[in-house]
């Protein structure tokens, strides 16, 4: 039988935090919702004590967004160490954290950066754990199309994309929160990799609209300068089940 386990959610009630907080709940573990909301916020600290006792481990998907580095390293920065030292101390066994592919890479770019000190905040407390790193999310997708949009056209970097159902994204953190921590970073990416440009014309279709596409080298991702492979896993990494036509159907 499996052993029924306790698993904070940091982010609980955000895109992916709740999707993973339902499938710990229909595996019949139990699941904590953590948000600023319900008096758990892992920026300042404040309820981690009372939350982290008795758990097996924890998911942070917790999330900011600001264009400001200072800011979004620090919220990152502070958050992470905060985490895994309540961690240590309640004795859970395993932390999970969602970054990005790439973000190494990626750091000229003020989120990237954010997560990249996440990163290092996490493999550097001496707390177990296990860091996935996704591509982006279907779900961004709407939100790329009016980034790149202008004079009745969307130009987009002419870069591979490779991206991930939400859904997919938390059943990958769930896995490896009800595992063994890895105490390294791991990838994920969706089923599908084709031009950037593919994915967008894919969404406009699907909502009738006609705007050309087009991909152009000069082109950088939210102000980081990106190649072929960018947003792509280099390597070896764990592949989502939800293809781009059954997400935009659904």
Do not use: C
């Not at 990416?189 to 279709?205: K, Q, T």
């Amino acid at each position: 039988m499996t052993k029924i386990k306790k698993v904070v959610v940091i982010g609980g009630t955000g895109l992916i935090g709740s999707k993973a907080v339902k499938l710990l709940q229909d595996a019949g573990h139990e699941a904590v919702v953590a948000s600023s909301r319900n008096g758990i916020n892992a920026y300042t600290g404040e309820g981690l004590q009372a939350a982290l006792a008795g758990v097996d481990a924890v998911i942070d998907v917790s999330n900011m967004m600001s264009f400001d580095k200072d800011v979004i390293t620090d919220f990152f920065g502070t958050s992470s160490r905060n985490l895994t030292s309540a961690e240590q101390a309640a004795g859970v066994y395993n932390h999970v954290t969602l970054s990005i592919v790439n973000a190494d890479q990626l750091a000229s770019n003020p989120y990237m950066a954010g997560k990249l000190t996440q990163e290092e905040a996490v493999a550097s407390s001496g707390q177990a754990y296990t860091i996935v790193r996704a591509t982006q999310f279907h779900e961004f997708i709407e939100t790329l199309t009016g980034a790149y949009a202008a004079d009745g056209a969307v130009k987009v970097p002419d870069i591979d994309f490779q991206p991930i159902a939400a859904t997919d994204v938390a059943a990958a953190l769930v896995q490896a929160a009800l595992g063994e921590p890895k105490n390294e970073t791991i990838d994920l990416a969706g089923p599908e990799r084709a031009p950037f440009g593919s994915f967008i014309r894919a969404y406009l279709d699907a909502k009738g609209d006609v705007r050309p596409v087009t991909a152009d080298a000069a082109v950088d991702y939210f102000g980081a300068p990106v190649a072929k492979g960018s947003l792509v896993p280099g390597g070896e990494y764990i592949k989502g089940q939800i293809t781009i036509a059954q997400w935009l159907k659904a």
